[in-house]
């Protein structure tokens, strides 16, 4: 429906169908603006067309009147919001299922701080041997003491004196 040749060809009527099950995107007075500017959308040229639907939706969005006012706000922004749900939705259901498989019963009182770090070390390495996995000077730099004491928490977490410069020294 929201495809960007299935816009052009206007093969649907109606959005307010999808619009009604989405309350927390749309409000219900802006229902009837959102369906007029769906049914004028396929009776305009776009500039930019794209096959790529984000790319053709943020150029709905820039369409203005003569007056500078938005031609298609109402309805650009709730096809790109509602783009954006199932994506960040698998995420984070992604993101829990990644979480509940760190924090087992044994690792159960496991830091915050701890459980970020694997998850970016597992999202990092992306199913790489990390026996292998390069370690470049900018991936040296990320991971100091200095990172630690931007959080009074963590810096009990290191006792080291040593600097930034004084850590890369050791491999180069």
Request: glycine residues 2%.
């Amino acid at each position: 429906m929201i495809n960007p040749e299935n816009v052009k060809k206007g093969i649907s009527v109606s959005i307010t169908f999808s619009a009604i099950h989405f309350p927390n995107l749309i409000a219900k007075k802006d229902y009837e603006k959102l369906d007029s500017e769906w049914r004028l959308l396929k009776n305009i040229k776009i500039r930019n067309f794209s096959d790529n639907g984000e790319e053709f939706w943020v150029s709905v969005l820039k369409e203005k009147y003569s007056n500078d006012t938005p031609m298609f706000g109402k309805v650009s922004k709730f096809v790109i919001q509602l783009c954006s749900l199932s994506h960040s939705f698998a995420n984070v259901e992604k993101r829990f299922s990644q979480i509940n498989l760190i924090k087992t019963d044994s690792r159960n009182l496991i830091l915050s701080a701890t459980l970020f770090g694997l998850l970016h070390t597992k999202e990092y390495l992306n199913g790489k041997n990390c026996y292998i996995l390069p370690i470049t000077k900018e991936l040296l730099k990320l991971h100091f003491n200095e990172m630690y004491k931007r959080n009074k928490d963590y810096e009990i977490l290191t006792d080291s004196k040593t600097s930034e410069t004084e850590d890369l020294k050791k491999y180069e």
